[in-house]
């Protein structure tokens, strides 16, 4: 039985949750997420909090109880305070900068590295090696940092390339001098 399933979901205030059959609408300040929710599981709305209840009990259904409720419950949280992701860059000339709402990013390469958030995400770049991606939707803010850090992940010699803010990278000794 999953105990994360169990716990409601509290609606924060400024929050309004539409639960129309299997899908689960919320709106707030910072836009409207949309979650659908398997028939497997039934979603209940009352006195502003969410709660959702198994229908079955086959092994899946024990799986996704946990799956929907965290989906259900970051939709609402992301539309309320959003979710954020850092990425740090170092080495020497690697530097970001916005162009518009192009990432314009220098990793050594013999070309500009651009990326185009999609609707809904904000890029912001301070002091050209710390960049910031916003949104509701916390996949995307995922999956948009985790693009940024691809086009250049951190190399284990020197450290130089793009990280996660407070992300260890574990370093390697090079190899001794020749005698």
Same mark, same amino acid.
Request: glycine share 12%; proline share 5%.
């Given at each position: 039985?999953?105990?994360?399933?169990?716990?409601?979901?509290?609606?924060?205030?400024?929050?309004?949750?539409?639960?129309?059959?299997?899908?689960?609408?919320?709106?707030?300040?910072?836009?409207?997420?949309?979650?659908?929710?398997?028939?497997?599981?039934?979603?209940?709305?009352?006195?502003?909090v969410v709660t959702l209840e198994k229908v079955g009990t086959?092994?899946?259904?024990?799986?996704?109880?946990?799956?929907?409720?965290?989906?259900? +419950?970051n939709a609402i949280t992301g539309v309320k305070d959003g979710?954020?992701?850092?990425?740090?860059?170092?080495?020497?000339?690697?530097?970001?900068?916005?162009?518009?709402?192009?990432?314009?990013?220098?990793?050594?390469?013999?070309?500009?590295?651009?990326?185009?958030?999609?609707?809904?995400?904000?890029?912001?770049?301070?002091?050209?090696?710390?960049?910031?991606?916003?949104?509701?939707?916390?996949?995307?803010?995922?999956?948009? +940092?985790?693009?940024?850090?691809?086009?250049?992940p951190p190399e284990v010699y020197k450290g130089k390339g793009?990280?996660? +803010?407070?992300?260890?990278?574990?370093?390697?000794?090079?190899? +001794?001098?020749?005698?």
């Amino acid at each position: 039985m999953s105990r994360i399933g169990k716990k409601p979901i509290e609606v924060p205030q400024g929050v309004e949750v539409k639960i129309e059959g299997q899908t689960v609408s919320a709106k707030g300040p910072l836009g409207t997420e949309v979650v659908e929710v398997r028939p497997e599981i039934s979603v209940k709305l009352e006195n502003g909090v969410v709660t959702l209840e198994k229908v079955g009990t086959s092994r899946e259904t024990d799986a996704l109880y946990g799956l929907s409720r965290t989906l259900v +419950a970051n939709a609402i949280t992301g539309v309320k305070d959003g979710f954020v992701k850092k990425l740090e860059i170092n080495g020497v000339g690697y530097r970001a900068q916005m162009q518009g709402k192009t990432l314009n990013m220098a990793l050594g390469y013999s070309h500009p590295v651009n990326i185009e958030p999609p609707e809904g995400i904000t890029i912001t770049v301070e002091n050209n090696t710390n960049i910031t991606v916003k949104g509701a939707n916390k996949q995307m803010v995922g999956d948009i +940092a985790a693009l940024i850090r691809s086009k250049r992940p951190p190399e284990v010699y020197k450290g130089k390339g793009v990280k996660y +803010a407070g992300e260890y990278i574990r370093r390697k000794v090079g190899k +001794a001098g020749k005698k």
